[in-house]
DNA sequence: TGTAAAACGATCAACGTCAATCACAAAGCG
DNA sequence: CGCTTTGTGATTGACGTTGATCGTTTTACA
């Protein structure tokens, strides 16, 4: 049996059961559980899954599935890549911690990662700041205004807010595009918004896939120089990454994008 | 039986029917006694559930009345009353307005009946502006804050927000109490949000079934000169109505179904 | 209010699972 | 043909989980 049909087995089987037990897997397959167990990494590495002890369970087997609709166009195109970012992203986290989650679909998978975490979170996304007082213990702080519904994004014109006393060490952010200029956005509200966020946090981790790196958008939220770490994907172009790298800027790749649905 | 499957039984039965014993759990799952203990640990060290003596019960008991623990069984005697309540309320709605509505049961049935308002509503309750922002054309504003899971509550102890910018015609609230004193809370956070809400607000409603004119609770809100409407059921005491109409408060009267509790 | 029963937390040994490492086999490539 | 790369299975020590037992606390009932 091939490493792909394995993992495609287990990801079948994970969808109709929501949890698998690595002796199971033994049984079926016929491969040896230290095989089985390098494909429940690999798996996890891509956010397909999340590994318990003993087994693996669906990332999406929480009780209430209230996915975010809005997301639905941009959700589908990448998904993949963007599950296994946002995996490395969350893998990141340690509990305790206090960080920030700006308006993002990939911001959105990481927040489905961090269902076991405790720690305080600054969102400024409606979607994430519901999915995580419905399915984690972390502490949630939004900061005031309007709530567009397509966008799923709180938006205040003034400069007043709470979130001024918000400290954190570390801001997750997705963003429209990001070239030599910096982290680009298309929109003045939500470019404003972002530097706003930003200004709370020490570290800026951004979370871009390879498709991010055309010049495009109009809005500069940051330097690169603000940028303390890009989690992408192996598409990255090569001049793109060497001058992050230049830039100081810590390059982080997530693994796996290779393993999709082609034999579905 | 993997740990994950025993605690997804546990969450599964316990949204089911509110209280899980442990035995009941021993019998189901054929794990021990000691396993399950430490599985509602684990689980109420989430938050996920509350233990109790004997097993654990939801930490989410529906949209709880924000600062009545022991007054958890009421609010379903009282449903029918505070929908003619809230149903009153919305009924004096007008499409294109600005309103506040505070975190409250009453408040929330109310959003119920604003899914065909075209207005702007400034809401410090969670729940109630995922229900306007998923099922009502309305424009939907939130003050910034952590968001508390139980009470269903955006507080925060900070004074700048974005809210200062919001004015709005009329406050509907639902509070703890309503004495001669005023309006009441019990919790200070609580009772100093909603001074802050009601400070941009011309006129203040109050939804208030007959069961809270009895005095309780120690933070004032505001006095009743502040108050221009209470809207209540016919069981209201008749010192109380006489009393709030000699101050100038109007007083209405939801045609509730039913108008036994009075004596209670 | 006092007593018995039930439930509780802490502890420990037995067992299962985990990650790391090594050795081997098959496929890819010069 | 020799070399590297990749996938695989077995071994080992570390770690997490489990169930039994103990003494203590809480609850129920007389």
Known sequence: MLERERQQLILNRL????????????????????????????????????????GA???????????????????????????????????????????????????????QHLRAHRMQV???????????????????????????REAGIILSPFDEDAIQHFAASVMFMS???????????????????????????????LLVDSTKFEARGNMVVCPLSRVSTVITDPGIPRAMEDHLRSQGVEVLKAAGARLDLSAA
């Not at 491969?31 to 990494?41: E, Y």
Request: glycine fraction near 8%; hydrophobic fraction near 45%.
């Open 15 to 54: 969808k109709e059961r929501g949890i698998v037990r690595v002796a199971d897997l033994v049984a079926v397959t016929g491969a040896s559980v230290a095989t089985l167990r390098r494909d429940l990494a690999k798996l996890e590495d891509t956010g397909a899954l999340r590994r318990v002890h003993g």
């Open 57 to 111: 369970e669906s990332v999406a087997s929480g009780q209430s599935e209230l996915t975010a609709p809005t997301f639905g166009a941009s959700q589908t195109t990448n998904a993949e890549l963007k599950q296994a970012i946002a995996a490395k992203a969350a893998s990141l986290c340690e509990d305790g911690a206090s960080i920030i989650l700006n308006a993002g679909s990939t911001t959105w998978f990481m927040a």
């Open 122 to 148: 600054l969102t400024n996304s409606f979607p994430i700041a519901q999915e995580l007082v419905a399915n984690s213990a972390n502490r949630v702080v939004v900061p005031g205004g309007e709530i567009y």
């Open 175 to 205: 963003c429209y595009a990001l070239t030599p200029m910096g982290v680009i956005e298309s929109d003045p509200l939500v470019a404003r918004a972002e530097a706003k966020l930003l200004s709370r946090a020490e570290r800026l981790v």
